[in-house]
């Protein structure tokens, strides 16, 4: 038997196991794979990434919670830190564009209870926010500056940068 005939064979065994696989699957309406069921909870990098996030903001927000209720400026303001936070954090672990965007969705719609809409809008003014010609973008570079420095040393961090990035908000652009 030639080496060709073999390999054909053995790959119409596979085909066959396949199709095997894929009619149970339907027959039994599960998604299973031959090699066990498909875990649904497994651990992603943006799901790793959006826990490191929330504890990190739940230490800004101890400190200046009430502060950024008082004014719209100072809330884009957190919001350009917090982007420029994310940026960080995506780099550091490697995180492509998409994936730090997701999280930065899921930061701002599981984190702060805002709409899919208002969440979108947010990430987006983030993005922009990171550009060079912005108004915001010391902002933003503060936020990647002090995640580093939480990183580094979560349980003796102080945040210092964004008491000058809340000082120095621009005003809202109408």
Same mark, same amino acid.
């Given at each position: 038997m030639s080496r060709r005939r073999v390999q054909g064979h053995k790959q119409i065994k596979l085909l066959g196991y396949l199709i095997f696989c894929?009619?149970?699957?339907?027959? =039994?309406?599960?998604?299973?794979?031959?090699? *066990? &069921? &498909?875990?649904?909870? !497994?651990?992603?990098p943006e799901k790793r990434a959006l826990a490191v996030l929330s504890k990190y903001v739940n230490r800004l927000l101890d400190d200046y919670s009430?502060?950024?209720?008082?004014s719209e400026d100072k809330r884009l303001a957190f919001f350009a830190f917090l982007f420029g936070s994310v940026s960080a954090l995506a780099m550091r672990e490697g995180l492509k564009p998409p994936q730090a965007h997701a999280v930065a969705l899921a930061l701002f719609n599981k984190g702060f209870g805002l709409s899919p809409e208002e969440s979108t809008s947010f990430a987006q003014f983030g993005i922009d926010a990171t550009g060079r010609d912005s108004p915001w973008a010391? =902002?933003?570079?503060? *936020?990647?500056e002090e995640f580093l420095a939480w990183k580094a040393d979560p349980s003796g961090f102080t945040p210092t940068r964004? !008491?000058?990035?809340?000082?120095k908000a621009p005003p809202h652009p109408d």
């Amino acid at each position: 038997m030639s080496r060709r005939r073999v390999q054909g064979h053995k790959q119409i065994k596979l085909l066959g196991y396949l199709i095997f696989c894929t009619s149970y699957r339907s027959r =039994a309406g599960v998604a299973m794979w031959p090699f *066990g &069921k &498909k875990k649904h909870n !497994r651990e992603t990098p943006e799901k790793r990434a959006l826990a490191v996030l929330s504890k990190y903001v739940n230490r800004l927000l101890d400190d200046y919670s009430d502060e950024l209720d008082q004014s719209e400026d100072k809330r884009l303001a957190f919001f350009a830190f917090l982007f420029g936070s994310v940026s960080a954090l995506a780099m550091r672990e490697g995180l492509k564009p998409p994936q730090a965007h997701a999280v930065a969705l899921a930061l701002f719609n599981k984190g702060f209870g805002l709409s899919p809409e208002e969440s979108t809008s947010f990430a987006q003014f983030g993005i922009d926010a990171t550009g060079r010609d912005s108004p915001w973008a010391p =902002a933003a570079h503060a *936020g990647m500056e002090e995640f580093l420095a939480w990183k580094a040393d979560p349980s003796g961090f102080t945040p210092t940068r964004l !008491r000058g990035v809340l000082d120095k908000a621009p005003p809202h652009p109408d």
